[in-house]
């Protein structure tokens, strides 16, 4: 990734540095690491012939790419990376049915999906990559997608080490790393993160600064029903999530959203979540929707509090 050319305000020594501090980091020899870098150089050689981003499974090349043995090595490879939570994909022939139906979302998105070709753009928390391969299908310049967790970082370089896109790249940074990328993106995709940021008005202000004049942003989060300004602070889980802190009405995140400065706001879809969109599959075999909801009441959480919501908005700095 070239910093300077791709974002010639970003932060470059603080930026720089810290990426070497990451790549040193993530470098050690340490189980934690080989669990995912051993597996991959076992199967780094392997090339897709064929990608296509445009449809609900994200495909990875066909099975006739790859000869029997690596087919073994490569199904062993994507197991050890269970769980799956983003999805759907299609991997040299090998189906992936992730935790989420990641497709209904992008679904929900696309009639009102900025302009991407020839944009720079940021995933925040982009998990295993599901959206930027969704976004690489509009052409966008370059997308870099912000993911601090290994796991899901190991996870997309494995997937674009076999679909082999310049112009998709993960780095180990979080949402709080926005700062170091003023004026710096076209586009922002902010999905699933501000109710586990202490502070999400901080969170918003940081996206908005990080977004070009006229940039835009899709924000979406977990919300609670309710027509009335307020948000609910849990005790200590919220849907047996840790780390949930504020989880806001949609009028509630709305006047977050303006409170911070964006010029224009538009919120086009609100839906409650169900096991159809996340549940349990052989890719993702720990607890899912259905665990985190009184059973004897759907419309309440495990813990009593209203089940959860989801909005989209998309605002404009």
Not at 25 to 41: D, N
Not at 212 to 239: C, K, M, R, W
């Amino acid at each position: 990734m070239n910093c300077k050319e791709l974002f010639p305000k970003a932060n470059h020594h603080q930026l720089n540095n810290l990426l070497s501090e990451k790549e040193k980091w993530i470098s050690r020899p340490k189980k934690g690491f080989l669990r995912y870098r051993t597996p991959l150089q076992n199967i780094a050689h392997l090339r897709a012939t064929l990608c296509d981003f445009g449809r609900d499974t994200v495909q990875i090349g066909l099975r006739e790419d790859i000869n029997n043995e690596e087919h073994e090595l490569l199904v062993k490879a994507l197991q050890n990376l269970i769980p799956w939570r983003k999805g759907p994909f299609s991997v040299f022939g090998v189906e992936i049915d992730s935790e989420w139906r990641s497709d209904r979302k992008w679904n929900r998105i696309v009639p009102h999906l900025p302009d991407l070709r020839d944009k720079i753009v940021a995933d925040i928390g982009c998990n295993n990559g599901y959206y930027m391969f969704r976004m690489a299908h509009h052409l966008p310049k370059f997308v870099l997608g912000f993911e601090p967790y290994v796991h899901h970082y190991y996870t997309f370089k494995t997937l674009n080490t076999f679909a082999q896109q310049p112009n998709l790249d993960v780095e180990l940074l979080g949402i709080e790393h926005l700062p170091l990328f003023p004026d710096c993106f076209d586009v922002i995709f902010c999905m699933g993160i501000l109710y586990h940021r202490p502070s999400p008005i901080a969170a918003l202000a940081d996206l908005r600064n990080a977004l070009v004049d006229g940039g835009t942003a899709i924000i979406e989060s977990q919300i609670i029903p309710g027509d009335q300004s307020h948000a609910l602070f849990p005790e200590n889980t919220y849907a047996k999530v840790p780390g949930t802190w504020f989880v806001p009405t949609a009028a509630c995140l709305a006047n977050w959203i303006a409170r911070v400065g964006f010029s224009s706001s538009e919120m086009f879809c609100q839906h409650p979540m169900s096991n159809l969109e996340q549940r349990k599959t052989s890719w993702m075999i720990f607890e899912s929707y259905e665990d985190f909801i009184d059973k004897n009441n759907p419309t309440l959480t495990i813990e009593g509090y209203p089940a959860p919501y989801r909005v989209f908005f998309k605002v404009t700095r």
